[in-house]
């Protein structure tokens, strides 16, 4: 049985009625449905929202999260999550997430899914038009500046470390100077 | 942070100021708790009753925008009252530093300090006296008029509690309660920390703010102690890797300077960025500039190409130009750029003055956005006002993998670097950043290769090992454990150190090993020491702790060199290395070496190193002549603001500010002391939502909580508007306007500014047009309850930024507030 989210609060909240009145719970009311994570894999991880960096264990089963909660072990958090961390599970199950590339023509008035590698075929091939284009190897002053003028690039503190460095080293190699993120706003 | 979240419990007096913990790091407030029971205090400055003023001991209101002023005269009160530690002051800052006799201070100078040029400091006479041996000249008394306390005390003299409290909208009363209460840090064994966020750095004097914060920090010994620091509540889980990461025009990885077109050579560049100092005992950290970037340039090229040669192939910036994010999009918006990456972000709605924002973007040829959800950038030409028939920018717009869908290492705001694992694959043809980097760095490589192209060695000489590689050499699934292995840095042949011998490819166990002859490698020298031959620090789980301050050494890792309080070193006496506070000691002398936190620059007790070894001269800068706009923070009022004048001195705004709005584009507006505009608004957050809600608007959870733009404002100016809580309104500036929904709330008061009442709103910034009613359906769905409305914030924001960071003023512009309809 899916325990729903409201379900969930209601069980919890007589749980913590009787438990104030100190009256346990029968253990047959205990066992009523297996826990939601049994047989569930557990990744630790660590939550995207903002900057305190709280642990958070993602349990999932045959390929699906079924669970996300605060890890006990993480010494900042200590199994604590604010309202955003607790909710990472609808990151992953949520309808509105993008699955395919989508590509909208000059002046088109709708989005069309595209292939992945078309996709990233025809932006290769529109990197190099716009930098052949637009690369500057000597300003007026006739100093050496090897700039593509003609391709800005912001994002992402959404990313990892990892990602970070290799595409600043992507777009440095291009010649980009006007490369910005979420740290100037 | 200069401290990081765990160390905020050893506080005794915590200032929340420019930052909301409890809404917007709500797991923070657990130390700050926890402080409180141990004793401390809680004070918070803020110009709303916010959730963290309702738990705190003392709270008092500010008008947005006037923060120096209110500094200033805790740093007059410091002063005043020798509340300083004085032998702190005297070893670990420039007080005792004699400057220039021809500096002149805002106070004797019409508002400015000397040297003013138009827009630009003239900065020769904020300069140090040096004796014949090239000495900076010192009083260690303070008592000369041109040492730099001597300096700092009549910079400060001018801001009376009762001249602050004009301006700030403060009451006297609760002006000197924060005073007296923040300034007993000052007293040995004491500490007091500063939890500020963007209520600070988004303002045309944001890094001044923090200055005179740093001042007081450094008056009170609060810098590199247990409970103490400069503490910036970093917004976004990796924003500190990604700045540390250098996605920002003006820096390489680690803090290295972006190259200029007057530095042809490596050697022009490294003698330019290279500090010299001639102070005696400092160790001036920065003078290993040369290892750091030959190895960065080795992790760029390999041994494809020299360093030399590597410098060559990097792009450099046109001296004094300005690449950040305004210039970017003032560029962009006046068609400067053909293509465009908006990778994991969503400036339509984030950037200041969105409309603009938007408006660029449509005269661009092609743009990619990247990321998990719909937004507001990608979709922009079917936004509120647009034709798509009428823009021809192509997007792309790429789905990519959400955190627990990877594998890689963030950076939180206490600079720990935390490895997470993959959870649960991607959906559909969702893929990680990393590897659309890959590979699309791997497919322009391909056709450079083919095609040739301007300085095509560039790009075709980068080295690109992470993970195995196609007989075409390219890299077939992408590796993070070999980018973080690059990240940290190798030995690229067998080298020899203080007698030890480093094999050729093996990791490189800290910076302080790094070459400058070209035998090492390092993407990120910060991170050197992060990924070493005994593993993966970042992955590290350990809650083995020794020390009485909770530092978890083993747990994950911290840069640099995992050392988890930065300073420290000033942290102890500097003649008898006794520890400030005893009780909670950062590092301990045991008679040969300092246990406890990795020690920050401290040489043994009594040998008189100054501490702060990232400065040339090792000490903290009360005089900073670094800055654009003034050696010390001088008040100045907001590009709009609801007064007429600047009651400190006839200069009115922040004389050294890009005005866009002058000789700008017709969307550049400025509206000041204008009827239209009469209230003061700032810009903030909720708990339930995250930046422009491009995640957490796509939640039912979260958006059922907050499903909508609103206003809050004060009893006294919706009765004045005849607006009723709950009610629809129109926000607007001389921008642009927004629908809210009015919350009429006891926690704005109007503010009485030298006998003039002013009121202000505060609006969140988390909402845009596109919610998830407009997602495709599919027969089996069920249809989300509830959807966000309204749309971003940013549309009313100015287009204007701090002369140092350009970080945008958004916490204190002009607007007026209606019922819908009525105007």
């Known amino acids: ?185 | 942070m200069t401290n990081h979240w765990i160390d905020i419990q050893f506080s005794d007096c915590i200032l929340a100021m420019g930052s909301n913990p409890a809404s917007n790091h709500p797991i923070s407030f657990k130390y700050i708790q926890k402080a409180m029971e141990k004793g401390a205090t809680l004070v918070n400055v803020d110009p709303r009753f916010t959730q963290t003023s309702s738990r705190a001991h003392l709270y008092a209101p500010l008008r947005s925008g006037t923060d120096i002023a209110f500094l200033g005269g805790m740093i007059k009160y410091i002063l005043d009252n020798n509340l300083y530690n004085e032998k702190y002051v005297k070893f670990y800052s420039n007080a005792p530093f004699l400057v220039n006799p021809a500096f002149r201070l805002p106070g004797e100078n019409d508002g400015v300090f000397s040297g003013l040029n138009g827009t630009k400091y003239d900065k020769s006479t904020w300069s140090f006296q040096k004796g014949a041996d090239g000495v900076i000249l010192k009083d260690p008394t303070l008592q000369d008029p041109n040492c730099v306390f001597q300096l700092l005390r009549k910079q400060y003299d001018r801001y009376t509690p009762e001249l602050v409290s004009k301006i700030t909208g403060t009451p006297v009363d609760k002006l000197l309660q924060v005073y007296k209460t923040y300034a007993a840090t000052g007293q040995k064994g004491k500490a007091g920390t500063i939890l500020y966020a963007m209520g600070w750095t988004q303002h045309t004097v944001g890094v001044q703010n923090i200055r005179a914060m740093s001042i007081i920090q450094t008056l009170l010994a609060n810098m590199g102690v247990a409970g103490g620091g400069v503490n910036a509540l970093r917004g976004e889980s990796n924003v500190q890797g990604s700045t540390d990461y250098a996605l920002l025009f003006h820096i390489l990885p680690g803090y290295l300077r972006a190259p200029l077109a007057s530095l042809p050579s490596l050697k022009d560049y490294i003698e330019k960025s290279t500090p010299a100092t001639t102070e005696p005992k400092s160790l001036n950290w920065w003078k290993n500039y040369s290892k750091y970037i030959t190895s960065l340039l080795r992790a760029f090229y390999g041994m494809n190409a020299t360093p030399e040669e590597a410098y060559d192939l990097l792009p450099r910036l046109e001296d004094g130009k300005n690449y950040s994010w305004l210039s970017l999009f003032d560029a962009m918006y006046k068609g400067e750029f053909t293509g465009f990456f908006s990778w994991g972000q969503n400036p339509a709605c984030s950037g200041a003055s969105s409309n603009k924002t938007r408006q660029a973007m449509a005269k661009l040829d092609w743009m990619v956005n990247v990321n998990i959800f719909d937004s507001e950038t990608g979709s922009f030409w079917k936004g509120p006002g647009m034709d798509p028939a009428k823009i021809k920018t192509e997007v792309f717009m790429l789905p990519c993998s959400a955190s627990i869908e990877k594998e890689g290492s963030i950076t939180n705001s206490g600079r720990w670097m935390q490895w997470r694992y993959k959870a649960v694959n991607s959906p559909g043809e969702a893929t990680p950043d990393g590897e659309l980097i890959s590979e699309l760095f791997l497919k322009v490589r391909d056709l450079y290769e083919k095609e040739g192209g301007p300085l095509k060695e560039a790009v075709t000489k980068l080295t690109w090992d992470y993970g195995p590689k196609d007989a075409f050499g390219r890299v077939t699934h992408l590796d993070v454990h070999a980018i973080a292995k690059e990240i940290n840095g190798y030995f690229l042949e067998d080298k020899e150190i203080n007698g030890v011998l480093y094999k050729k490819g093996s990791l490189v166990p800290s910076f302080a090993l790094l070459q400058d002859d070209g035998s090492t490698s390092s993407g990120n020298w910060l991170y050197c020491n992060s990924y070493t031959e005994k593993g993966n620090m970042a992955a590290r789980r350990s809650r083995k702790d020794t020390t009485p301050i909770g530092i978890y050494p083993e747990w994950a890792w911290s840069w640099p060199v995992n050392r988890r309080i930065i300073y420290n070193g000033a942290s102890v006496d500097p003649e008898t290395g006794q520890p400030w506070d005893t009780e909670h000691p950062v590092i301990l002398w045991d008679g040969a070496k300092w246990t406890g936190d990795v020690p920050d620059g401290v040489a043994a007790p009594g040998a008189g190193r100054p501490p702060f070894i990232m400065k040339p001269d090792g000490v903290a800068s009360i005089f900073g002549p670094g800055l654009a706009d003034g050696p010390f923070p001088e008040h100045y009022e907001p590009l709009e603001c609801p007064i007429d004048k600047n009651l400190l001195s006839p200069q009115f705004i922040n004389p050294t500010i890009r005005r866009f709005d002058v000789g700008g584009t017709e969307l550049d507006l400025r509206a000041t002391c204008d009827p239209r505009f009469p209230f003061v608004c700032s810009t903030y957050r909720v708990s339930e939502h995250w930046q422009t809600g491009l995640m957490t608007r796509w939640c039912s959870w979260l958006a059922e909580m907050q499903p909508s733009m609103f206003v809050e404002m004060s009893e006294e100016l919706a009765k004045l508007k005849g607006i009723g809580n709950g009610d629809a309104v129109t926000v607007r500036s001389v921008r642009g306007e927004v629908d809210a929904v009015a919350i009429v709330t006891a926690r704005f008061k109007p503010f009485d500014i030298n006998g003039q009442t002013i009121h202000q709103v505060g609006i969140p910034w988390h909402y845009g047009w596109v919610t998830t009613a407009m997602r495709k359906y599919s027969h089996d769905d069920k249809k989300p309850e509830v959807f966000t409305f309204g749309d971003s914030a940013n549309l009313l924001t100015p287009f204007i930024g701090d002369p140092n960071t350009m970080i945008p003023e958004s916490k204190a512009f002009m607007v007026n507030v209606d019922r819908k309809g009525v105007k």
Request: glycine content about 10%; hydrophobic content about 35%.
């Open chain 1, 1 to 185: 049985m899916e325990v729903t989210r409201r379900g969930f609060l209601k069980v919890s909240g007589a749980a913590l009625v009787s438990g104030g009145l100190g009256v346990s719970l029968k253990p047959v009311a205990a066992h009523a449905q297996p826990l939601k994570i049994q047989y569930a894999k557990e990744t630790t991880t660590i939550c995207p929202y903002c900057s305190v960096g709280c642990g958070i264990i993602v349990s999932t089963r045959g390929g699906k999260v079924v669970n996300t909660e605060g890890d006990p072990d993480h010494p900042i958090s200590q199994g604590s999550l604010c309202s955003k961390g607790g909710s990472i599970y609808q990151l992953s199950v949520n309808k509105g997430r993008l699955d395919k590339p989508l590509y909208r023509a000059p002046y088109a008035t709708e989005w069309k899914e595209v292939s992945l590698e078309w996709a990233l075929d025809e932006i290769a091939r529109r990197i190099k038009d716009s930098r052949d284009k637009s690369f500057t190897e000597f300003n007026e002053k006739g100093q050496k500046v090897n700039r593509t003028n003609g391709i800005a690039s912001i994002g992402s503190a959404a990313m990892d470390n990892e990602e970070c460095y290799i595409y600043q080293k992507f777009l440095r190699s291009l010649g980009l100077v006007y490369i910005e993120h979420q740290a100037r706003i």
